[in-house]
């Protein structure tokens, strides 16, 4: 089973009002409401979610690159402060609502400001130059490209593109984010 992550645009009064009524989170990403599960299933605590992919057109979708993301930004593959570690940590977790691996963590507009600032002062060449393929490798950094691996170095790279233009529009729109791991 993989592990993905998608980040998605929000604005601080979404933010807000998911904050105050988690529940909405699955209509707000579009996800399948946890359903009902069988009798056993149930006396041991189990429960039947249905997560589909987010419908929202804003947003971000990292898929297994996410673990090495964090690890080049941040240095270490552990939660780490914001702006660096934001993948892994920081935010507001919405609720505990079950959308996937953990409930959303909820950044709002100021602190993707930051984030965006942190980003753009990190062009492609010098992200790319911070990635360790061996060292990545040697951690078993999850979404890593292997060593000697051009196209899995060049889909980091990319996906970190991605994200950064992603993160830049949402600052110049006024937006935060929520993380999703699915």
């Known amino acids: ?29 579009g996800n399948a409401t946890p359903g009902r599960v069988g009798c056993l299933a149930g006396l041991f605590g189990g429960r039947a979610a249905k997560v ?5 057109p804003e ?20 939660e780490s ?3 660096a570690g934001f993948l892994r940590s920081g935010g507001e977790y919405v609720g505990d609502e079950d959308i996937g691996y953990e409930p959303a963590r909820a950044l709002p507009a100021a602190a993707v400001r930051e984030l965006a600032a942190f980003l753009s002062a990190i062009p492609r060449m010098t992200f790319e130059s ?19 691996d051009p196209e899995g170095l060049a889909y980091l790279v990319d996906d970190y593109e991605r994200l950064r ?13 929520l993380i999703q791991y699915v």
């Not at 089973?1 to 209509?27: N, R, Y």
């Not at 360790?132 to 490209?145: N, T």
């Open 1 to 29: 089973m993989s592990v993905t992550c998608v980040v998605h645009a929000a604005s601080d009064p979404e933010i807000a009002g998911l904050l105050q009524a988690p529940e909405t989170i699955h209509d707000f990403l």
């Open 52 to 56: 589909v992919q987010s419908s929202r």
């Open 59 to 78: 947003n971000c979708d990292l898929d297994k690159s996410w673990e090495a993301l964090h690890f080049v930004l941040s240095g270490g593959r552990e």
């Open 81 to 83: 402060p914001l702006p």
């Open 130 to 148: 911070r990635i360790d393929q061996v060292e990545m490798a040697r951690l078993e950094i999850y979404g890593a490209p292997f060593p000697d």
């Open 165 to 177: 233009s992603f993160i830049g529009q949402c600052a110049e729109n006024e937006k935060g984010i």
